[in-house]
C-alpha cells in the first residue's frame, strides 16, 4: 500500500506482543457524564484610516469545553479540563487602485490555559495515548494575504503565515510517563506557512489554475523535541479544463511533482519506526453542473 511503511513479523513474535496488550485491554467501564459552562466576553474597535483601508482590534475569550476518552491500551476511561485562551488580535483590510488588488493582514497574541494536549503516556505503544491538560502556553504570529486582478483573463493571489508556540507551564507525570514539557512547541505546529496561485480564464471557456502550499518542518512530540522528526512539505496542484455557462470539464493533478516527505510517523511495540507519507500524484476528470 503505497504511502504506509510497514514491516513484516512472523505471526508467533506478533502475539507475543500483542496478547499482553489484548489482555489489559480487555475491561468494561460505566457511562461517563461530564458537564461545563464559560463565559465568553469579546470587545472590539474598528477605524477606517482611509478609504478602502480599515483597521482593527479584538480581545476576546475563547473556550474549548473539556470531555472523556478512552485510553485504548489500558482500557481505562479518563476526564480533561475545558481550555481556555485570551486572544488579542489587530487586523487589517484594504483595497488598492480601484479595488484590483486587496491586501490583507492579521497580528495576533494568544495565552492559553488548560491546553488539550494528546500524549503518549509509555514509549513505544503508540495505543497508550490520551489528553491531558497543559499548564500555561501561548502562541503569537501574523497571516498576509494578497489577490490582484492583473488583467481581465488573470487573478492571482498570494499568503504567508507565521507562528511561535510555547508550552510556558506543563509537566505530564501518568503512567509511567513523567516529563517536562516547558519550553517546548507545540506538536504539530510549523513555525512557516505560506501559498500561491494564479487563475487564467479565457474569454472562450478555457481555464488552467496553479497553486502551491508550503509548510515548514515541525515536532511530532509534545515533550520529546531533539530535532524537527516532521520535514518540509511543498505541494503543487493544477487544474485544466473548459466552463460553460452552466457545465464545465476539468482534469486535476494533485501533488503534480510527486513530493515524497513524511507526514506521521511513531515508534511502535516492537520498537519498529512506522507512519504515512504524503499523498502520491494524483490524476483526476471532474464533470460540473450549474443550474
Not at 479595488?99 to 495576533?108: Q, S, V
Not at 494568544?110 to 502556553?137: E, M, Y
Not at 496542484?237 to 511513531?266: E, I, P, Y
Amino acid at each position: 500500500m503505497k504511502g504506509v511503511l510497514f514491516t513484516r513479523r512472523s505471526p508467533p513474535e506478533r502475539g507475543a506482543y500483542c496478547t499482553p496488550i489484548l489482555t489489559q485491554a480487555n475491561s468494561v467501564e460505566p457511562l461517563r457524564t461530564v458537564t461545563y459552562k464559560a463565559w465568553l466576553p469579546k470587545l472590539g474597535a474598528s477605524y477606517e484610516v482611509a478609504p478602502d483601508k480599515m483597521l482593527s482590534f479584538t480581545i476576546q475569550r475563547g473556550y474549548r469545553a473539556g470531555g472523556a476518552g478512552l485510553n485504548q491500551q489500558r482500557a481505562q476511561a479518563y476526564d480533561y479540563d475545558p481550555e481556555f485562551t485570551t486572544n488579542y488580535e489587530l487586523a487589517f483590510r484594504s483595497e488598492w487602485f480601484d479595488r484590483k488588488l486587496t491586501l490583507n493582514a492579521n497580528a495576533y497574541w494568544i495565552d492559553w490555559s488548560d491546553q488539550q494536549v494528546s500524549v503518549q503516556l509509555t514509549p513505544g505503544a503508540v495505543f497508550d495515548t490520551q489528553v491531558v491538560n497543559a499548564g500555561k502556553s501561548r502562541l503569537y504570529g501574523f497571516e498576509v494575504e494578497v489577490s490582484g486582478r492583473p488583467t481581465r483573463m488573470l487573478n492571482i493571489y498570494a499568503g504567508l503565515g507565521y507562528s511561535n508556540t510555547k508550552f510556558t507551564d506543563f509537566n505530564v507525570t501518568i503512567g509511567t510517563l513523567s516529563a517536562a514539557a516547558q519550553g517546548n512547541e507545540f506538536a504539530r505546529a510549523p513555525h512557516w506557512t505560506a501559498s500561491a496561485g494564479a487563475t487564467l480564464q479565457h474569454p472562450s471557456g478555457m481555464v488552467a489554475n496553479f497553486n502551491a502550499n508550503y509548510r515548514s518542518a515541525y515536532y511530532q512530540s509534545t515533550v520529546v523535541q531533539d530535532f524537527r522528526d516532521i520535514p518540509a512539505l511543498t505541494l503543487v496542484n493544477a487544474k485544466l479544463g473548459w466552463q460553460g455557462k452552466n457545465v464545465g470539464a476539468f482534469v486535476t493533478v494533485s501533488n503534480l511533482f510527486d513530493s515524497q516527505k513524511r507526514t506521521q510517523s511513531f515508534l511502535d511495540f516492537d520498537g519498529r519506526t512506522r507512519g504515512t507519507i504524503a499523498e502520491p500524484r494524483t490524476f483526476g476528470l471532474s464533470l460540473e453542473g450549474r443550474f
